[in-house]
């Protein structure tokens, strides 16, 4: 089995091919040879280099889905940010991803005592992973309560057979759990926020849950995971 430098040597010769191919304007075959790169040695820039040829052959859906990718591989390499946003320019959809979050920071905004407060809160909207959560000491607070486990499993029940939560989903799902459960206060909606918006916290965490079914429709530089997305990792994560 070939080492490892030498797979990261053959996909960097792959990916010069690549580009000499794509500034010829054979985009097929750059495309095909960035694959081949990616297949070897995935890099941020060969998937960000992929989504440009994708965008010149107008597969804008898939060139997002490559600085997507781009990002998950180095999320400090900046291009396929600024890529996207171009992308979203020329499919017309950046105008809504703004005015979606001043939405959701007039929402926020009342809830936080300062703009860094206000930064904080819309960072829970993208930034999610269910193991970080649970290894923090404030997870293992929450759960040590007893019925907090009763509670998660019962609030996955109901948001997996139900539909997207709004404000008057929210209520719904709440108003069902402390009947079916009994508890109340941070006994109900510590283990609530722990396993949605990532902290136990206060009210302000509920405003975020709110914002998620709808932010994970919009097409941001970094995905929302909305609140099916959010229980099934967690849940996972705990078990």
């Given at each position: 089995m070939p080492d490892d430098t030498i797979l990261k040597e053959r996909a960097h010769e792959l990916f010069e091919q690549a580009y000499e191919l794509q500034m010829k304007g054979e985009l097929d075959a750059a495309a095909a040879l960035y694959q081949q790169s990616i297949e070897l040695h995935a890099t941020a820039e060969a998937h960000?280099?992929?989504?440009?040829?994708?965008?010149?052959?107008?597969?804008?859906?898939?060139?997002?889905?490559?600085?997507?990718?781009a990002i998950a591989v180095d999320p400090d390499f900046?291009?396929?940010?600024?890529?996207i946003g171009a992308y979203l320019i020329e499919k017309?959809?950046?105008?809504?991803?703004?005015?979606?979050?001043?939405?959701?920071?007039?929402?926020?905004?009342?809830?936080?005592a300062d703009p860094a407060a206000l930064a904080d809160l819309l960072s829970l909207l993208f930034q999610y992973d269910a193991h970080a959560i649970l290894a923090?000491?404030?997870?293992?607070?929450?759960?040590?309560r007893d019925g907090a486990r009763e509670v998660i499993r019962d609030l996955a029940h109901t948001v997996l057979e139900g539909p997207e939560v709004d404000s008057d989903r929210f209520k719904e799902i709440v108003t069902a759990l402390k009947e079916k459960?009994?508890?109340?206060?941070?006994?109900?909606?510590?283990?609530?926020?722990?396993?949605?918006?990532?902290?136990?916290?206060?009210?302000?965490?509920?405003?975020?849950?709110?914002?998620?079914?709808?932010?994970?429709k919009l097409p941001f530089a970094v995905p929302v995971k909305n609140v099916r997305q959010r229980m099934l990792e967690f849940c996972a994560a705990l078990d």
């Open positions: 960000t280099f992929l989504g440009w040829t994708y965008s010149f052959q107008g597969r804008l859906e898939d060139a997002i889905e490559e600085c997507h990718r900046g291009n396929p940010y600024n890529d017309g959809q950046l105008e809504e991803a703004i005015g979606w979050l001043e939405r959701a920071a007039a929402l926020l905004g009342p809830q936080a923090a000491p404030e997870a293992h607070t929450v759960l040590a459960t009994g508890h109340r206060g941070r006994d109900l909606f510590h283990p609530i926020r722990l396993s949605l918006a990532g902290r136990a916290g206060e009210g302000e965490l509920d405003r975020v849950i709110l914002l998620l079914d709808a932010a994970a």
